[in-house]
């Protein structure tokens, strides 16, 4: 099982937050047992829209040597999840204290929770994978970016070797992002917003598969946050359990539950 929504809904689920998890899955074989597999995790997908006529979408994975992965992906069902779904279900979407999404939906569907959250005054968090450009329209209503190397570049039209990672991430906070966070991979993460700016090295692990490790970081820190714990506290839990997730092989296998999270942090020795 897999797909970036997913995987982060999960992981917010896994990591204690409370969560509805919205995507779209076709009628066949991979949409019943994604839906069933959601169920035996106690993962509300109630919300979900299931299509007749469209497969559910599938990624095919590559793991090399030293852990990194590459992904194709087919989109399928996804495609179907629409902004007119997105208005059916707006009650609900309402309820919600963090809306987290990302980009394996239509680009117009993002706009328009985006739309919906900024107008009701809910909190956007927003993963830009896969990466893309986007319009300076959807950046000032993201109330939390969260992207990768490759995905800051691509939104901001710098390269980050040019500009060093402070510079990528001040580019995207001119932008009209509130609070941008650069996620570096074995070099911890960047948060920065207009009043606070925090660096946290990552922890020290052999990884074996990185393919769930940023959806685990962003549903951890989801749940994190609607805990009400600081920004530190919410980045060192997510850099733990991105850490704990790629000495694991698979996607949704690999994400850890806060059980396990919390005795990691209690057992590594770190400067935090």
Same mark, same amino acid.
């Given at each position: 099982m897999g797909g970036k929504g997913a995987n982060q809904a999960l992981a917010a689920h896994r990591l204690g937050g409370e969560v509805k998890f919205v995507s779209s899955l076709g009628k066949d074989s991979n949409g019943l047992n994604a839906m069933e597999y959601y169920k035996k995790e106690g993962l509300d997908a109630t919300l979900s829209l299931i299509v007749d006529e469209t497969p559910s979408g599938v990624a095919m994975i590559w793991v090399d040597r030293k852990g990194e992965n590459s992904i194709v992906i087919i989109a399928g069902a996804n495609e179907k999840l629409s902004p007119e779904y997105i208005h059916q279900i707006e009650k609900e979407i309402l309820k919600a204290d963090l809306i987290v999404l990302q980009m394996e939906i239509p680009y117009e569907t993002?706009?328009?929770?985006? +739309?919906?959250? !900024? &107008?009701?005054?809910?909190?956007? @968090?927003?993963?830009?994978?896969? #990466?893309?450009?986007? $319009?300076?329209?959807?950046?000032q209503?993201?109330?939390? @970016?969260?992207?990768? &190397?490759?995905?800051?570049?691509?939104?901001s039209g710098e390269i980050m070797e040019h500009i060093g990672e402070e510079g990528i991430v001040d580019k995207l906070l001119a932008l009209g992002a509130k609070t941008v966070i650069l996620t570096l991979g074995k070099q911890g993460c960047i948060l920065k917003n207009d009043q606070l700016y925090l660096r946290v090295p990552a922890f020290s692990v052999k990884a074996? +598969?990185?393919?769930?490790?940023? $959806?685990t970081f962003c549903g #951890?820190?989801?749940? &994190? @946050? /609607?805990?009400? !714990?600081?920004?530190? &506290?919410?980045?060192?839990?997510? /850099?733990?359990?991105?850490?704990?997730c790629v000495t694991r092989m698979g996607a949704q296998p690999s994400v850890p539950t806060e059980t396990e999270v919390r005795n990691f942090l209690e057992k590594k020795s770190t400067n935090y």
């Open positions: 993002v706009k328009t929770v985006c +739309d919906i959250a !900024h &107008e009701n005054g809910k909190q956007v @968090l927003l993963n830009v994978a896969p #990466a893309r450009k986007l $319009d300076q329209g959807i950046i209503k993201i109330d939390i @970016l969260v992207v990768n &190397e490759t995905e800051a570049e691509t939104i074996v +598969d990185t393919t769930a490790a940023g $959806d #951890a820190l989801a749940a &994190e @946050l /609607s805990k009400g !714990h600081n920004w530190n &506290e919410c980045l060192v839990f997510a /850099s733990a359990a991105a850490a704990i």
